[in-house]
RNA sequence: CGGGGUGUAGCUCAGCUUGGCAGAGCGCACGGUUUGGGGCCGUGAGGCCGGCGGUUCAAAUCCGCCCACCCCGACCA
């Protein structure tokens, strides 16, 4: 296929790790010279690591399509207009690159597609007899993410594959939405990454439901709650868990003097009850609205749970200021009297029975404050946040908690979109109805780092075959005819059959091309000296292998094929 | 945006406390030696010490402002 002499290859490798590289992945591929940072979050993909995408971006064109999607193109560029018609230009707004044509018509960097994709929908669809329809595409993003970080894993321009599907209804989307979820678990088996696929919040995409293809890593930035038990699969964000048995009291409202005990410990503590049996209140701001949230002592409010129970876009704690500019007592603070449209609470609430609740004055708590005796809540919700240690809300089992990176995310987006962009199809009735959207993305280049964060060892990285810059990894050793004519022999033989081949014609040392073989990471390491020469030998190293294992030059090409092609199998 | 940190050679970092000629290792170029896991010796190139302003006889060093990048939080593939 291809020879690559390192000599002319564009990119070095690097000794030392530079000092921003926190990451095993992030500084391996800046060690081997794979990326070069631009800007915060911006990087280049020097040629071998752009081989690499591009068999990513393979495997993941094959898997659309075997699950019947149609590859397409769309537009980075579009205008602000078609993010207003959704409704998402303010929901998206900060993340949004904006910029201006000579016109001065305000235009945006996609950061995804769903608008442009709808407003396809509607140009192009118009009968059931159309769907259902499925196409991806492979395009550059843009998102002024408030903080790249993790190298390649939070990036500011970055390749996402995006599809989307289109059906007449719930029941045929469900078919959709499992051929997509196969082909994902195909692409991630395909690349090396253990995944585990698990529930999430669809966030700003919007949606009903969604799921999330976890690479669990201590690097990660998401906490996934995991049952080792049933299986049962979360993003902390919207994991759900079994509230442990009430420890509450039923009797009437008594004030108790609690001077100077502000926090829930200190209140356990000073009146020796378990957590459990107090309320903890919390405040925040959604949508512009102080929100008076209650959830039992033990537990902590999920912020995210909490703006989806209210529906609201926007959430944050509120501050000591705006606690007092409401009434509200912080560290005493009782729901009794405070308006229910403000008040939020969680079922471990509702079955409490009597709790230590504040009394809405400095030093003074209540005790056996009941819900619904004494106090409601506009709204009662799961508004709990899970961690490690509580209830399966499946089975029970104690559940862990695990860092992960998002791989991939998949949506049942509904009508979201289709609604308001007034896509729609004529079904066989002559009905106008709404088509059932699904979309499903992927992070290229983080994929790439996540395969790199799981196959690397100490000496660098540990390429999957599948997408592998290189398929072998030539080491000549020593000057002379004989060499330079077993090298050729060789390289040549593999390249012929469809290999791609890298070789280190540099004037280096030996240790030199081992080690930079090592932190390259081809499947297979062929070296080829004037010392084996002698007895007609080279050494085949698979890269996963401790020890070479020395082969006759005269079948080093054939072993050499088998060898890549067992590594295939890994 | 809030909190923390770092900016000195391509990379890793000293020097800053206590102001006084810009440094080391690796890398790079050249020569020699060596030649199967980043070897050794020598010579050399390479710097607006992130930027702007201030203090001072004198600023990498002290002061102020700004910028960039990294880490922790709010956000996502």
Redesign the pocket.
């Known amino acids: 296929m291809s020879i690559v002499r390192m000599s002319a290859m564009f990119g070095r490798?690097?000794?030392?790790?530079?000092?921003?590289a926190?990451s095993a992945n992030h500084q391996l591929l800046l060690r081997s010279g794979l990326i070069v940072?631009l800007?915060?979050?911006v990087y280049s993909f020097l040629p071998p690591a752009w081989r690499t995408l591009r068999k990513i971006e393979q495997i993941i064109r094959d898997e659309m399509e075997n699950a019947g999607s149609q590859e397409l193109r769309m537009p980075a560029i579009q205008p602000r207009e078609l993010w207003e018609e959704s409704g998402r230009a303010d929901s998206y707004g900060p993340?949004l690159f904006n910029l201006k044509d000579r016109r001065d018509r305000t235009m945006v960097l996609a950061p995804?597609h769903e608008e442009s994709v709808t407003d396809l929908f509607r140009k192009v669809v118009q009968s059931y007899r159309d769907l259902p329809q499925s196409v991806f595409q492979m395009q550059t993003k843009f998102?002024d993410?408030?903080?790249?970080?993790?190298g390649l894993v939070?990036?500011r321009e970055?390749i996402?594959k995006d599809a989307y599907t289109f059906d007449v209804d719930d029941d045929a989307f469900q078919l959709s939405y499992l051929a997509m979820r196969q082909a994902y678990h195909n692409i991630f088996d395909r690349c090396g990454v253990p995944v585990v696929a698990v529930q999430a919040d669809s966030?700003?995409?919007g949606g009903k439901q969604s799921e999330?293809f976890i690479f669990l890593t201590e690097i990660g930035?998401?906490n996934i709650i995991l049952c080792q038990s049933c299986g049962y699969a979360a993003n902390q964000e919207r994991a759900e868990f079994a509230r442990s048995d009430a420890a509450g009291s039923d009797g009437e409202l008594e004030e108790v003097a609690t001077p100077g005990v502000a926090t829930i410990d200190d209140l356990a503590a000073f009146l020796d009850v378990p957590a459990s049996a107090t309320a903890k209140a919390a405040f925040f701001l959604v949508d512009g609205d102080p929100i008076f949230a209650v959830i039992r002592g033990d537990l902590e409010v999920n912020?995210?749970k909490l703006l989806t129970a209210l529906d609201g876009l926007e959430i944050?704690p509120l501050l000591p200021e705006e606690v007092e500019a409401a009434g509200w007592v912080a560290g005493y603070a009782s729901p009794i009297g405070v308006d229910p449209t403000r008040v939020v609470v969680d079922p471990s609430i509702v079955d409490g029975g009597g709790l230590v609740a504040g009394g809405n004055k400095v030093d003074v708590h209540l005790r056996h404050v009941t819900y619904g005796r004494d106090y409601t809540a506009g709204v009662i919700a799961d508004i709990g946040l899970a961690e490690a240690g509580h209830g399966c809300p499946q089975c029970d089992s104690a559940l862990e908690m695990q860092r992960g990176i998002?791989?991939?995310?998949i949506f049942k987006l509904g009508t979201r979109y289709a609604d308001p962009m007034d896509a729609t199809f004529l079904d066989a009735d002559g009905e106008r109805r709404t088509p059932i959207m699904g979309c499903y993305?992927?992070?290229v280049?983080?994929l790439m780092a996540a395969v790199v964060q799981a196959n690397h060892d100490e000496?660098g990285i540990v390429w999957p075959h599948a997408v592998a810059p290189f398929d072998v990894h030539i080491v000549p050793?020593?000057a002379g005819d004989e060499v330079a004519q077993a090298v050729q022999q060789v390289t040549d033989a593999l390249a012929d059959a469809g290999l791609h081949v890298l070789c280190d014609d540099r004037d280096e040392?030996?240790?030199?091309k081992?080690?930079?073989a090592?932190?390259l990471g081809a499947p297979l390491r062929i070296?080829i000296?004037?010392?084996?020469l002698k007895d007609g030998l080279v050494?085949l190293k698979p890269r996963r292998a401790s020890e070479?294992s020395p082969t006759p030059l005269a079948d080093a090409a054939e072993a050499a094929l088998a060898a890549v092609h067992a590594s295939a199998e890994v």
Not at 145 to 150: K, L
């Open positions: 490798t690097l000794r030392e790790a530079p000092a921003d926190d940072q800007a915060a979050g993340v995804t998102r993410e408030p903080r790249p970080r993790g939070r990036v970055f996402m966030g700003a995409i999330e930035e998401d912020e995210l944050r998002e791989l991939g995310h993305g992927i992070g280049e983080r000496f050793l020593g040392r030996a240790g030199v081992f080690n930079d090592d932190l070296t000296g004037a010392r084996g050494e070479p």
